[in-house]
């Protein structure tokens, strides 16, 4: 062993932008030695789809669109109505695992590492808010390419399929932010997917699956006043092409996104500084 | 590499820190003083429970100390933290790798956080691996690697930005004793380069082969400190061992609960 004698100290001048940089590529390094998680962001909204098309679809299609028959018909409208909320779906599953590995960072000791270092909380956190973001937008064209398989044949134009991608990128950023504060707030590892799974459970309390208009009334209003009822009708509209969502519901699908984002940012940052026993 | 600062490279006093316990507030540390000169190592004794985990902590800015004032390289730990945070290098109790990365793509991970730019980085990723005899496990996944290694790996990142003052807490707990020579000789080697050095051991043979003066953490307060033979000296006493059993005897009300370290 030699002693080292030609290394610059480390710069004292914070560089943000390079410490994302840096942190989002050691999230999509991991996502590529641990596929275990991105092959779950697929599989869950396929075999969702697959289940609510095939097995329930010739009945409940019948129910979301008028002048529909049980049976072969019924099945092609119940795709075209819940392939939009399996999209949204697969954004919720990447920010679930957001929590996940978050909780795993501050669990061993590499959160800590991170804390001693001169970085910004924003740069360190940003990584798994970026890497869980893009291996969600993969898993988005595969669940979509499989809906397609199925015979789904959305309407979007160019400018449909651009302001879909923006809403897509625009949830995933707000859910993950919230979902690293969540794995941050989390005892341990084991209990760091509960508090998202209220969000995987919320588009089953909204328009996902059935018109709210079906609905009783408590549970209807509900369903009207959370975020993901805007969100899903928002991406309803710009897959169906033609008239798109009305401005007004794209208004509060992005309103609902900014909300969510900024309170989890926020929580998410003060949640890094906060001290944890030694 | 890094000139010794003029002046003490940690300076501690009266430092003051509780935990919330079930009735009000747990004192941890009751006043602590303590000078470490750059370039020096210094071991800080204590029984289990004696606040040296939360001593390094507040050193390393990862908690905040209720009273008292904390200089570290020059810098103030509650003022300045991220000053401190470029000059420090700390190695915990728990080791701190990712273990789905290999040894090389955790020190490149430092590397790149540390801004060393991508040549001095893989520069400096090649020097320690070599340095720690981690060239062969380099490529492999750090999931794959024994309790040993990590530990090996784990210090090496906390020194590729060459910080001025490393803190290593518990460094050779769990380690096989040649491991153990292997992290004194690297630790030596960074003294002779003029880094300054805390560690906290509970193996006095550690101290006594390692440190330039100790400190013995007793109550939430250092109780002795000096060079070893000075300690041997003033309590007449055969080995560390002897001073730290005379030192740190359950005096009853004052004794911390032994619990503390125990806890994340």
Same mark, same amino acid.
């Given at each position: 062993?030699?002693?080292?004698?030609?290394?610059?100290?480390?710069?004292?001048?914070?560089?943000?932008?390079?410490?994302?940089?840096?942190?989002?590529?050691?999230?999509?390094?991991?996502?590529?030695?641990?596929?275990?998680?991105?092959?779950?962001?697929?599989?869950?909204?396929?075999?969702?789809?697959?289940?609510?098309?095939?097995?329930?679809?010739?009945?409940?299609?019948?129910?979301?669109?008028?002048?529909?028959?049980?049976?072969?018909?019924?099945?092609?409208?119940?795709?075209?109505?819940?392939?939009?909320?399996?999209?949204?779906?697969?954004?919720?599953?990447?920010?679930?695992?957001?929590?996940?590995?978050?909780?795993?960072?501050?669990?061993?000791?590499?959160?800590?590492?991170?804390?001693?270092?001169?970085?910004?909380?924003?740069?360190?956190?940003?990584?798994?808010?970026?890497?869980?973001?893009?291996?969600?937008?993969?898993?988005?064209?595969?669940?979509?390419?499989?809906?397609?398989?199925?015979?789904?044949?959305?309407?979007?134009?160019?400018?449909?399929?651009?302001?879909?991608?923006?809403?897509?990128?625009?949830?995933?950023?707000?859910?993950? !932010?919230?979902?690293?504060?969540?794995?941050?707030?989390?005892?341990?590892?084991?209990?760091?997917?509960?508090?998202?799974?209220?969000?995987?459970?919320?588009?089953?309390?909204?328009?996902?699956?059935?018109?709210?208009?079906?609905?009783?009334?408590?549970?209807? !209003?509900?369903?009207?006043?959370?975020?993901?009822?805007?969100?899903?009708?928002?991406?309803?509209?710009?897959?169906?092409?033609?008239?798109?969502?009305?401005?007004?519901?794209?208004?509060?699908?992005?309103? !609902?996104?900014?909300?969510?984002?900024?309170?989890?940012?926020? !929580?998410?940052?003060?949640?890094?500084?906060?001290?944890?026993?030694? | 590499?890094?000139?010794?600062?003029?002046?003490?490279?940690?300076?501690?006093?009266?430092?003051?820190?509780?935990?919330?316990?079930?009735?009000?507030?747990?004192?941890?540390? &009751?006043?602590?003083?303590?000078?470490?000169?750059?370039?020096?190592?210094?071991?800080?004794?204590?029984?289990?429970?004696?606040?040296?985990?939360?001593?390094?902590?507040?050193?390393?800015?990862?908690?905040?100390?209720?009273?008292?004032?904390?200089?570290?390289?020059?810098?103030?730990?509650?003022?300045?933290?991220?000053?401190?945070?470029?000059?420090?290098?700390?190695?915990?109790?728990?080791?701190?790798?990712?273990?789905?990365?290999?040894?090389?793509?955790?020190?490149?991970?430092?590397?790149?956080?540390?801004?060393?730019?991508?040549?001095?980085?893989?520069?400096?990723?090649?020097?320690?691996?070599?340095?720690?005899?981690?060239?062969?496990?380099?490529?492999?996944?750090?999931?794959?690697?024994?309790?040993?290694?990590?530990?090996?790996?784990?210090?090496?990142?906390?020194?590729?930005?060459?910080?001025?003052?490393?803190?290593?807490?518990?460094?050779?707990?769990?380690?096989?004793?040649?491991?153990?020579?292997?992290?004194?000789?690297?630790?030596?080697?960074?003294?002779?380069?003029?880094?300054?050095?805390?560690?906290?051991?509970?193996?006095?043979?550690?101290?006594?082969?390692?440190?330039?003066?100790?400190?013995?953490?007793?109550?939430?307060?250092?109780?002795?400190?000096?060079?070893?033979?000075?300690?041997?000296?003033?309590?007449?006493?055969?080995?560390?061992?002897?001073?730290?059993?005379?030192?740190?005897?359950?005096?009853?009300?004052?004794?911390?609960?032994?619990?503390?370290? &125990?806890?994340?």
């Amino acid at each position: 062993m030699t002693a080292v004698t030609t290394t610059a100290p480390a710069t004292a001048r914070p560089r943000p932008v390079a410490d994302v940089v840096t942190m989002v590529r050691r999230s999509l390094l991991r996502a590529v030695r641990y596929p275990g998680l991105t092959i779950f962001l697929v599989l869950g909204p396929l075999v969702v789809l697959l289940l609510f098309v095939h097995v329930f679809g010739g009945a409940f299609g019948a129910g979301v669109a008028p002048g529909v028959t049980p049976g072969a018909e019924g099945r092609a409208a119940y795709l075209d109505y819940i392939t939009p909320t399996l999209l949204v779906l697969t954004v919720v599953g990447g920010a679930t695992s957001v929590a996940t590995s978050t909780a795993m960072d501050a669990a061993g000791g590499i959160t800590a590492r991170f804390k001693t270092m001169a970085i910004a909380p924003g740069a360190v956190l940003s990584g798994p808010v970026i890497g869980f973001l893009v291996q969600a937008l993969a898993a988005l064209v595969l669940v979509l390419g499989a809906a397609v398989a199925m015979g789904y044949r959305p309407g979007a134009g160019a400018l449909d399929r651009l302001a879909l991608l923006g809403l897509f990128v625009l949830l995933g950023l707000a859910l993950n !932010w919230l979902c690293v504060a969540m794995g941050l707030n989390a005892r341990s590892v084991e209990t760091a997917s509960n508090a998202p799974m209220i969000l995987l459970l919320l588009p089953f309390l909204g328009s996902g699956f059935a018109p709210v208009e079906t609905m009783p009334t408590a549970v209807r !209003w509900f369903a009207q006043h959370q975020p993901f009822t805007p969100v899903i009708e928002t991406a309803r509209g710009l897959l169906a092409g033609g008239a798109g969502p009305g401005g007004a519901v794209a208004a509060q699908a992005v309103a !609902w996104c900014l909300v969510l984002g900024v309170a989890g940012w926020a !929580w998410a940052r003060s949640l890094y500084r906060r001290e944890r026993r030694l | 590499m890094t000139s010794p600062a003029p002046g003490p490279a940690i300076e501690v006093a009266g430092l003051r820190k509780s935990y919330p316990s079930t009735s009000g507030t747990r004192p941890v540390l &009751d006043g602590v003083d303590l000078t470490v000169p750059a370039g020096t190592v210094t071991a800080l004794l204590g029984p289990n429970g004696a606040g040296k985990t939360t001593t390094v902590g507040v050193l390393s800015t990862l908690l905040r100390a209720d009273a008292g004032t904390v200089r570290v390289a020059g810098h103030d730990v509650a003022r300045e933290p991220d000053a401190v945070r470029a000059s420090i290098g700390v190695t915990g109790q728990i080791t701190a790798v990712d273990e789905l990365l290999t040894g090389a793509e955790n020190l490149r991970l430092v590397a790149d956080l540390a801004h060393l730019g991508r040549a001095a980085g893989r520069r400096r990723t090649t020097e320690l691996l070599e340095r720690f005899g981690l060239t062969e496990a380099a490529g492999k996944p750090v999931s794959t690697y024994s309790g040993g290694t990590k530990r090996k790996l784990d210090l090496a990142m906390t020194l590729v930005g060459a910080p001025a003052v490393v803190f290593l807490d518990e460094p050779t707990t769990g380690l096989d004793p040649r491991s153990r020579r292997t992290l004194w000789d690297e630790v030596r080697a960074l003294v002779a380069d003029g880094t300054t050095i805390l560690l906290t051991t509970q193996y006095l043979e550690e101290a006594d082969h390692l440190a330039d003066s100790v400190a013995v953490l007793h109550g939430g307060r250092v109780v002795a400190g000096g060079t070893p033979a000075e300690l041997k000296a003033a309590y007449d006493a055969g080995s560390l061992d002897d001073v730290f059993l005379a030192l740190t005897e359950p005096t009853g009300g004052t004794t911390p609960a032994l619990d503390e370290e &125990d806890v994340r």
